[in-house]
């Protein structure tokens, strides 16, 4: 997406091709819809950590500009995703991955993606319907903040999508983004994303705002990861002596985990930022758990290793692994 400007992200951008396809399985039996699927339809990949069943599912994808990584210069950066085969002309591309945990009697989303308000989105939906869902079969949505492209798909023309889930939201992170002086003292590209925070915390009833780290369900708990956000979160599962660590916008593709001083133009806490990444790598390399990242290829799963006093992403071997 060339040249698109801080405006016009605020106001999203249309909707287009689908993004990509393919699908691997993880030693599990292949979704229902899996059969005869097109090139057009959103890849799915499938892992199990314990009795716990992950699927990786894409709502799409955009491009950022290399100028919105502030830190370095946008040359700079352009120049790393050179080097890393990643630079497109719009800039570095960056995925919309979400997550479907199944313990066999409840189905928890992690996040809804931006549901086509932002780049080459929208194509949750037919990534559950290839797995023989709708939306009405999510038990619950844990947002682990409440960005646009994380929160774009729980509305639509004024409907909750997911009209029979329970919505968990960071207590914290819905007081900032639904106080009326946030949205007076934000710039104009977090507009939307204010809007939306408004339209999820109106449409959803049965919406929780948590405090700190709990358990949502025996085995998945929250995970405290604010900096990015006031109250962003992780998601963690772990069963039978395995665990998975959702973390949401802790990395973006070709800048992260390696470039600590790099951040992201809609961080509004830098320092904050920066902070929780470099104690987030140091846990995530010492633990050596599974992470799932958002923003990094698909399907955003692999670990953070600390090489001679740098971190680098190691994607992680998640197929046919049972």
Do not use: C
């Not at 023309?157 to 029979?164: C, I, P, T, V, Y």
Request: glycine share 12%.
């Amino acid at each position: 997406m060339t040249g698109l400007s801080r405006r016009g992200f605020s106001l999203g951008l249309p909707a287009l091709a689908a993004a990509g396809a393919g699908l691997a399985s993880a030693g599990l039996a292949q979704p229902p819809a899996a059969a005869g699927r097109s090139a057009d339809q959103p890849p799915l990949a499938q892992l199990r950590i314990g009795r716990f069943k992950v699927t990786a599912l894409s709502d799409g994808y955009v491009d950022m500009p290399y100028e919105y990584f502030p830190g370095r210069p946008a040359t700079e950066i352009e120049a790393l995703a050179k080097a890393q085969f990643s630079a497109r002309p719009g800039g570095i591309r960056m995925m919309f991955n979400q997550y479907l945990i199944e313990d066999g009697s409840s189905r928890i989303l992690i996040d809804a993606g931006p549901g086509g308000t932002i780049g080459q989105s929208g194509k949750l939906p037919a990534g559950l319907e290839a797995l023989g869902l709708d939306r009405g079969r999510i038990d619950a949505v844990i947002v682990t903040h409440m960005h646009q492209d994380h929160i774009g798909g729980l509305v639509a023309g004024e409907q909750a999508n997911f009209a029979k889930a329970e919505i968990y939201v960071d207590r914290r992170e819905l007081a900032h983004w639904t106080n009326p002086a946030t949205r007076s003292a934000s710039p104009a590209y977090l507009q939307n994303g204010i809007k939306l925070a408004g339209e999820v915390a109106r449409l959803y009833p049965k919406l929780q705002a948590i405090d700190g780290e709990r358990e949502i369900v025996p085995g998945v708990s929250i995970v405290d990861l604010s900096g990015h956000t006031p109250g962003h979160i992780g998601v963690r599962i772990a069963d039978a002596g395995q665990s998975l660590i959702m973390a949401g916008d802790m990395l973006f593709p070709v800048v992260h985990p390696a470039g600590l001083d790099v951040n992201f133009l809609f961080e509004q806490d830098r320092p904050a930022a920066q902070a929780m990444r470099t104690r987030f790598f140091q846990r995530a390399a010492g633990e050596g758990a599974i992470i799932a990242a958002t923003h990094m290829p698909f399907p955003g799963l692999g670990r953070v290793v600390a090489e001679q006093g740098q971190y680098r992403w190691l994607p992680a071997a998640w197929a046919f692994q049972g």
